[in-house]
Structures are given as structure tokens and as C-alpha cells.
């Protein structure tokens, strides 16, 4: 199973490069083997209450590089980051694990979350059940699910498998027809991303948009492009529960410092 054809685009790049990289993990780690590694897996974590708090709930991202910007972070420190950030107020975390692309890892993931209390998302870019499992033997609370980048079918599976092992993933879209799909596909935490993933163009129009045809029984997170609590505020009152932050922390010399800064008065209980 696979996902869309390749266009050429930034995102159909890191789509090939991360099918060839699992066709080769999954005849080194079989799934069989990653089953008996979801049974060690340490308790999951509450990543939709976590979401749903009263108040501002900013999920920050450990993302140690983007295509968009290249290197972000350097030298990059995942535990020290993740206690930070639980320091300053945040809701749960976002890892990245996509190698190549983004300098992202599993261990960093597994070592962040080792470290704190917070729910944990695995954010990659995934299209093959395999690396639904490896995310719970690995840890992860919940996953990254795009929807630009999955079959219906395919999409509606692998929501479901999350739900068997307990973990509701994050459904991705960035335009109203794909906004469609995932309702279709009967996703309970729909994100809507402000950077478009072919142009990587970053609108926060967007989250403004779509949020009024998210139905009010799902979770909404506007993703990327956040830099101000004005913005966090508008975007609180237009119906979004939770936030996505990652490029604006992990440029900053005290992430801490600026996470505070955007939940602003809600970071002191306020």
C-alpha cells in the first residue's frame, strides 16, 4: 500500500525517500517483532485530554530541521527541550522521527518522553500500518496521519488500527476537499495545516477557513505559522481546542521563554 504518485513536489520527495527507507526496516524489524514490542511499551498517556483543557493548549515540536529552513536547531538536545517546554506550559509534544528531511529520530522521541509527564505524537510521515506499530513500540501516545499523502481506504485503516492500540492519531488536511475526507474517514482530531505542503507557503487564512466546517465533535488544531498570543486568542475564539508550535520555539535561543510568551496570561493560571 502507498501513498499518491510522485509529483515532484518537496512532499512527494520525502514520500519516496521514506517508502524505500520502511521497505527496508520492515524486512529488518518484521512486524511480528513489533507487536511483541507493543506489549512492552510503556502506558499510554492522555493525548486527547491533553488537547481539550480549558484554556490555551499548545502541543510543542521538537523538530530539529525543515526543508523549508533548513537546519533549525544545533546542537539539538531532545530531553532537555521536552522538560523545558512541560516547564513552561505545554499541553503535549510533537517529535519529529523523519530522518533525512528533518534530522527527526525515534530515539529522540523515546528519550523526550522518557523524560516528562506529557503526551507524546509521533510526527512523520506515514502510509503503511508497520509504522503504526513501530510508533507504540517506540512510545508514541498518537501519530501523524496526512491526508494529502493517503488513499481513502488506506486513510480510514490506519485510523482504525491507531484506535485498537489506543492511540487517536492527528488527521492532517490543509484544504476543505481534504477536510472532507478525513470527516468521511471518521477522524476525531482533525488539523488543519497552515503551511501548504507542496508550496510550503505558510497562511494562517487558513485555519480561519476551515474551521467552521470541522464538526463540533471533533478536535481542532491550527498547525504552523503561530508566532503571537494575539493570534493564539483569535484562533481560540474562531473554535480551535489546541495548537501546533514547532519552527517558532525551535529558532528561538529559550524556547521555554517564548512558549510562555505565546500562552501568555494561561501560563500563569490566569
Sequence with gaps: MCAQANTGT???????????????????????ALKYGVKAATPLRDFTGALTRPGINIMAELKPASPSRGVL???????????????????????????????GSLKNLRDARK?????????????????????RAN????????????????LKELILLGRELGMEPLVEIHTREEL???????????????????TLEVRTETSFELVDHIPESCIA??????????????????????????????????PAAVLSELLGDAAHGK
Excluded: Y
Excluded at 143 to 152: K, S
Excluded at 225 to 246: C, H, S
Design 221 to 254: 488544531i491550527s498547525e504552523s505559522g503561530i508566532r503571537t498570543n494575539g493570534e493564539l486568542v483569535k484562533l481560540r475564539a474562531a473554535g480551535f481546542d489546541a495548537f501546533l508550535v514547532g519552527t517558532r520555539l525551535m529558532l528561538s535561543s529559550d
Design 10 to 32: 518537496v512532499l512527494d520527495r520525502i514520500l519516496e525517500s521514506r517508502r524505500a527507507e520502511v521497505e527496508h526496516r520492515k524486512k529488518v524489524l518484521p512486524e511480528t
Design 180 to 198: 472532507d475526507r478525513a470527516i468521511a474517514a471518521e477522524a476525531c482530531i482533525i488539523g488543519v495545516n497552515n503551511r501548504n505542503l507542496k
Design 115 to 135: 523524560s516528562i509527564q506529557l503526551p507524546v505524537l509521533r510526527k512523520d510521515f506515514i502510509f503503511d500500518p508497520w509504522q503504526v506499530w513501530e510508533a
Design 139 to 154: 512510545d508514541a501516545d498518537s501519530f501523524l496521519l496526512i491526508v494529502a499523502t493517503l488513499r481513502d481506504d488506506l
Design 73 to 103: 536547531r544545533e546542537p539539538f538536545d531532545p530531553v532537555a527541550l521536552a522538560q523545558s517546554l512541560e516547564a513552561a506550559g505545554a499541553a503535549a509534544l510533537s517529535v519529529l522521527t523523519e530522518p533525512e528531511f528533518f534530522r
